[in-house]
């Protein structure tokens, strides 16, 4: 099972879109996925128009368990756990829990079954983040094409390196850093290539095709639907699949890497 967090400090640069196409387009190809917010604003259960009667938050508090806050079948092979504003006040009330950081860990070990879990994260680096980061094994990071999102993306590996730090037997890797919101024709996207280049750390886990610009998410997410369903012919549709096929051969080639490592 693939566990997934799609991060980034900065607000706005495409995290929420990423992650429900990401989740989406990996349950359209056959896979079993379930996708859960841990941000707040509740981003993913507007945009899907997910009813949800328990949420993440009573998992972390332990009022609800995590199969009453699964919403199943969102879409064919997409399993939800959707997030309110109540999250908000989550930080307070955990305050004084024992090891909080890895609270959605350990509720998430019931959740079993599926091929891949994505995780959609505040644009903060506070607890509920933490707990997104210390559940996956691999993070996104988009990164719109200006320079607050580049430092947020800094400000988000700094985070992850923190986690590396404080939790060493924590697999977490950098899978991507996806430019969001391209557009080659203007000098800030072309501005922040170079930028996102000439970091090193960033450049190394650069996902260089990006996610180009297109109106068409937002009207996508109006509608409460994906890309694929609103316009199967946009950029931004040819985008995320590109993005999809990427994230599926990075996993059979990690997963390949490990066989030839247990045969040796
Ligand atoms: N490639 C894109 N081109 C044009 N619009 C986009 C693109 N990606 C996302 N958007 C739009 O930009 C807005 C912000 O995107 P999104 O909600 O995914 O960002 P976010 O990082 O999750 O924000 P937050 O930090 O508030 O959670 C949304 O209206 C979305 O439809
Ligand atoms: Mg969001």
Redesign the pocket.
Known sequence: MRKIAVA?M?????????AIHLAAGLAMRGRKVLLIDT?P?G?IGHALRVRATHTMQEVMMGEAPVEAAIVPGVRAGLDVIASSTSAFSLERRLAGETQRETILARRLRQANGYDAVII?S??AMNLLTYNALLYADQVIV?VAMDLMAIIGARQTLNGVAEVRDLWPDRPLELMAVVP??ANTQTVATRAALEALEADAQLSRSLYRTG?????D??YA?SQGQTIWEYAPRSR?AEDYSRFIDFVEAYGSTQETALKAEAVV
């Open positions: 980034n900065k607000g706005g640069v495409g995290k929420t879109t990423t941000d604003q981003n959609d505040s644009p988009p969001t919101f996610i180009r610009q297109c109106i998410l937002n997410t931004a």
